[in-house]
C-alpha cells in the first residue's frame, strides 16, 4: 500500500475548455450567447485518483488556469490553503484591471477576482480528489452536512424563443417577454423542478413591466418567496420606486443599483432587504459596504471568492455582521452545481433558496446530471463530490470548443445582441 504522501501528491492535472449551450436568456446587457464557454479542471494523483472541478472558460481565465496548472504537479491535493499564494505568483495575475465584466456581470473586474475564480476549480477538483482518496464527501471535508438537501430558486428569465437566425439549439420553453410569459415560465419551473421561490432576471424592460411580472407572480404563486435582479440598471430613484411599488411582495431586491454607495442610498431609505454579488464580491469590498448597511443578503458563489473553504469563511463574517447569505449562480454544468450543493450544506444559517441557472444547461460533462426534486438537490454522500466525468461528452463538448472560430470563446452578452440588433452597444447606467 503506498503511503498518505505519495497518494495525495498531485502527478498530472488536465485542464479542458468545452462550449455548453446556452438558450437566448435577456438580461441588461444583451443576450446569452448560442454557446457559453467553462474549463473542466481535472487533478490526477500519483495513485491514479482523478478529481474534478470548474471554472469560466474564458481566455484570460484560461490563461491563468495554464499556469496554475503547470505548477501544481509534485504538490498534495490536501494544500489546499497553498493554492492561494501559488495562484499570486504567477506572474501577471496581479495586475489590476478595471472595468465591467460583461457577460458575467459581476461587477468591476480586478485580477484578483479573476484569480480567486480560477483557483476555485482546482480547490474543488483538489476536495474531489481528496474525498475520493480519504472515501470522505466533499462536505465532510468541510466539517459535514448540516442538512440533506439543499434548496434552489427558480431563476426566471426574459427570453426569445430562439437565438438570433436559428443559431445553436432550440428548445420547447418558447418566448417570454410579457407577465404571462413570465408566469408560464415559472409553472413549467415548478411543475418539472418543484422550486419553491422564484427569482426574476431584471434590468430587460422599463421598471414597469419587471413590476408587472412580479405582481403577476406573486397572483399566481402566493405566499411564494419572489426576487428581482436587474444587475445595476437602475438608479437610486428608481431602486426607491421599485421597492416602494413591490414592497410588501419582494423577499429581497437584488443589486438595484451600481456600487455600494448608491446601494448604501437605496437600503437606507426602504425597509426591502437589498441583496448583491455585484458589489460585494470579493473580501475587500466587505468593510465599507457592511458598515455602511448597504447589503442584507451577500450572495456567495464559490467561484468568486476563491474556493468552498473561503465560502465558509465568507459565511462566518456575515453571521458575525448579521447579515444575510445565499448562493448566487452563472451558467455551470452539474460539476460546480454538486460543489456548491456540498458547501451551501455546511452553512447553518443559509437561510435563502439559492440561485441556480443549471435547469438552462440542457448539456452537462457528467454522467448523471443532478437532479432537483421539490427544488432541492440532495446532498451526496459519495466520496468526493459525488459525480462522474462523462468522457465522451466532455471530448464532444470540448470539439466544439476547439472548432469555435472565436465566437464564442468569450462570453459577450454585447455582442450576441447585436446579432439581432446591429446598433445595440453596451447600456449606459443607469439605464432607468
Ligand atoms: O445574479 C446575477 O447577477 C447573475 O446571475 C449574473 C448572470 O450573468 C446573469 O445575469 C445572466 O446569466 O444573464
Ligand atoms: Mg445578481
Redesign the pocket.
Known amino acids: 500500500m503506498t503511503d498518505l504522501s505519495t497518494a495525495l501528491s498531485l502527478a498530472e492535472v488536465r485542464l479542458t475548455p468545452v462550449l455548453i449551450a446556452d438558450p437566448p436568456?435577456?438580461?441588461?446587457?444583451g443576450v446569452?450567447q448560442p454557446y457559453t464557454p467553462r474549463l473542466i479542471v481535472e487533478v490526477v494523483t500519483a495513485d491514479g485518483i482523478t478529481g474534478v472541478g470548474e471554472t469560466y472558460g474564458d481566455a484570460k481565465y484560461l490563461a491563468l488556469a495554464r499556469e496554475l496548472a503547470a505548477a501544481l504537479p509534485g504538490r498534495r491535493v490536501d494544500g489546499l490553503n497553498g493554492l492561494h499564494a501559488l495562484a499570486a505568483r504567477i506572474p501577471g495575475s496581479g495586475a489590476p484591471e478595471s472595468g465591467v465584466d460583461v457577460?458575467?456581470?459581476?461587477g468591476v473586474q480586478t485580477a484578483d477576482k479573476l484569480r480567486l475564480s480560477v483557483v476555485s476549480g482546482f480547490e474543488v477538483a483538489c476536495l474531489d480528489a481528496l474525498g475520493k482518496a480519504l472515501g470522505l464527501p466533499v462536505h465532510a471535508l468541510l466539517g459535514g452536512k448540516v442538512r440533506d438537501a439543499v434548496e434552489y430558486s427558480a431563476?426566471l428569465?426574459y427570453r426569445w424563443a430562439e437565438h438570433p437566425g436559428g443559431a445553436g439549439q432550440r428548445d420547447d420553453w418558447g418566448a417570454a417577454l410579457d407577465p404571462a410569459g413570465v408566469v408560464e415560465q415559472a409553472r413549467r419551473f415548478v411543475r418539472d423542478y418543484g422550486f419553491g421561490s422564484f427569482?426574476l432576471?431584471g434590468g430587460v424592460f422599463p421598471p414597469d413591466e419587471e413590476i408587472a411580472a412580479i405582481r403577476a407572480l406573486a397572483a399566481a404563486f402566493p405566499g411564494r418567496p419572489l426576487r428581482l435582479?436587474p444587475?445595476g440598471a437602475w438608479s437610486v430613484a428608481t431602486s426607491l420606486y421599485v421597492a416602494r411599488e413591490l414592497g410588501g411582495v419582494l423577499e429581497y431586491l437584488?443589486?438595484p443599483t451600481l456600487g455600494t454607495a448608491q446601494m448604501a442610498e437605496v437600503a437606507a431609505a426602504t425597509d426591502v432587504p437589498l441583496a448583491t454579488?455585484?458589489c460585494v464580491t470579493t473580501f475587500p469590498e466587505i468593510p465599507e459596504a457592511f458598515a455602511k448597511g448597504a447589503v442584507q443578503v451577500v450572495?456567495s458563489d464559490h467561484h468568486y471568492w476563491g474556493g468552498l473553504l473561503r465560502t465558509r469563511e465568507l459565511a462566518a463574517i456575515c453571521r458575525t455582521f448579521g447579515v444575510g447569505l445565499s448562493m448566487?449562480?452563472?451558467?455551470h454544468t452539474g460539476i460546480s452545481l454538486a460543489a456548491m450543493t456540498h458547501v451551501a450544506a455546511t452553512v447553518s444559517d443559509l437561510d435563502n433558496a439559492c440561485?441556480s441557472?443549471y435547469p438552462w444547461q440542457t448539456e452537462d460533462v457528467i454522467t448523471r446530471r443532478l437532479p432537483f426534486e421539490g427544488g432541492r438537490i440532495e446532498v451526496s454522500d459519495a466520496p468526493g463530490l459525488g459525480v462522474e466525468l462523462d468522457r465522451e461528452r466532455l471530448e464532444f463538448l470540448h470539439r466544439r470548443w476547439l472548432d469555435d472560430d472565436g465566437t464564442h470563446r468569450d462570453r459577450d452578452?454585447v455582442a450576441a445582441m447585436r446579432v439581432a440588433d446591429p446598433d445595440w452597444v453596451m447600456p449606459a447606467v443607469p439605464r432607468w
Open positions: 436568456l435577456l438580461n441588461t446587457h446569452h457577460g458575467g456581470q459581476r431563476y428569465f427569482k432576471k435582479d444587475n437584488e443589486d454579488n455585484m450572495l448566487h449562480s452563472n451558467t440561485d441557472h452578452d
